[in-house]
C-alpha cells in the first residue's frame, strides 16, 4: 500500500490596508529609519485598524484559498489556526473563522507555540491526513499584534506588524507533500519573551493595565542569540537528515524575525541569498503569518517537485523545520 502524504495544493494570504512606516514610527518613539532598517531590515508594517481581530484577517486568506482550489467550504473536515492573538480568550479562532468562512462542516482549534505556530500546527494536521481519516485540512497562521504592542517601547514597536496566510493540505501518494520535520521547545526561555499579564498566573486588573503588562516583553538580545543559534541548527539539522545538499534546496522559508536571523539560517544551510524568501522589509514580523504569506507572495515561482525548508523561532522557546517536496 502506498504511503499517503500531506500536500500543499493552495494558499492564500492577506494583509491590512494601512501602512506602518519608520517614518511614521519616527514620530511616535525615539527611534530613525536607519537604526531599524540596520537591526532589523524593515522598512514598513501593515496594522489592521478598527474593530476587528485575528479571524477577520484569516478569513480573507481563508477566502482566497478556496477560490483558486475551486472547492466549497462545505468541503473542508477541519481548521487549525495558529496564532497568538486569538479573537478572545475562548472559542478558539478557528472555530469564529470557520463560522465566518462558511466552514460548516469542519471541527477546528487553535495552536499557541508563538512564532513557531504555524510549523506546529503543519506538522500537526499533516497527521490527520497521513491517517487517512482527513482529505481537506485548512492550516492558517494569523496575527494581530498591534493588538499586543506598546507603542511607547521602541524595542517591539518597530518589528510587529498584522497579517494572515493559509494553506489546504491534501492527501498526495507521490513523492510531493510534508516529507519531514523537527520541531523543539524549550519553556525556561518564557522568562526572556512573553505577556506577563492576561494568564491565569496574573489575570487581568486595572493594576496590570496601567503598569502595561499585557503587551508584549522582549530581552532583545538574548532572544537575538537563541533564535540565530537554533533556527539555524534545526534547519542545518533536517538538511542533513534527509540528504540534502544546498544545491538540492530550491528554497528557504524563514520565519521573519529578524534579516540578520534570516542571513545566519542562509548561512549555515549554504544557501545564496535567491534561494531565500524574504518580505520583512514591508511586513515586519508577522508571527504566525510569516511562513504562509512567504509561500503567497512566491506561489508563482514555485514548481512541482522543489524542495522547500520551513524555519521558524518563537517564544517559549520554541523552533523548528520542515521539509515539503512542493505538489504543484
Not at 4 to 30: K, Q, R, S, W
Request: with cysteine; aromatic share 8%; net charge negative.
Amino acid at each position: 500500500m502506498q504511503k499517503i502524504h500531506a500536500a500543499i495544493t493552495a494558499v492564500g494570504g492577506y494583509v491590512p490596508e494601512y501602512v506602518l512606516t519608520n517614518a511614521e514610527l519616527e514620530t511616535m518613539v525615539d527611534t530613525n529609519d536607519e537604526w531599524i532598517q540596520a537591526r532589523t531590515g524593515i522598512s514598513e508594517r501593515r496594522l489592521l485598524k478598527g474593530e476587528r481581530g485575528t479571524s477577520d484577517m484569516a478569513v480573507e486568506a481563508v477566502k482566497v484559498l478556496l477560490q483558486k482550489r475551486g472547492i466549497s467550504p462545505l468541503d473542508i473536515d477541519l481548521i487549525i489556526c495558529a496564532t497568538t492573538t486569538p479573537d478572545m480568550q475562548f472559542p478558539a479562532t478557528a472555530n469564529v473563522i470557520a463560522d465566518k468562512a462558511g466552514l460548516k462542516n469542519a471541527f477546528g482549534y487553535d495552536i499557541n507555540a508563538a512564532c513557531s505556530g504555524f510549523l506546529f500546527a503543519l506538522t500537526t494536521a499533516s497527521q490527520f491526513i497521513e491517517t487517512g481519516r482527513h482529505k481537506k485540512i485548512i492550516v492558517v497562521g494569523a496575527d494581530k499584534m498591534s493588538s499586543i504592542i506598546d507603542y511607547e517601547d521602541r524595542a517591539t514597536c518597530i518589528i510587529f506588524g498584522d497579517g494572515a496566510g493559509a494553506v489546504l493540505l491534501e492527501p498526495t501518494t507521490d513523492e510531493t507533500g510534508i516529507r519531514d520535520s523537527i520541531l523543539r521547545s524549550d519553556g525556561a526561555g518564557r522568562a526572556h519573551l512573553h505577556q506577563k499579564a492576561g494568564g491565569s498566573v496574573k489575570p487581568a486588573s486595572i493594576e496590570t493595565v496601567m503598569n502595561k503588562e499585557h503587551y508584549v516583553y522582549q530581552e532583545g538580545q538574548v532572544v537575538f542569540k537563541f533564535a540565530v543559534k537554533n533556527m539555524a541548527d534545526v534547519s542545518a539539522e533536517i538538511m542533513e537528515r534527509n540528504n540534502l545538499s544546498s544545491e538540492d534546496v530550491s528554497w528557504l522559508v524563514p520565519h521573519q524575525a529578524n534579516k540578520r536571523i534570516i542571513d545566519a539560517t542562509r548561512e549555515r544551510m549554504g544557501l545564496p541569498q535567491e534561494k531565500v524568501m524574504v518580505n520583512i522589509q514591508r511586513y515586519g514580523n508577522t508571527t504566525n503569518g510569516t511562513l504562509p504569506l512567504c509561500l503567497w507572495e512566491w506561489e508563482s515561482q514555485l514548481k512541482k517537485g522543489d524542495n522547500i525548508i520551513l524555519a521558524a523561532f518563537g517564544g517559549g522557546f520554541t523552533w523548528g523545520a520542515t521539509y515539503i517536496k512542493w505538489a504543484y
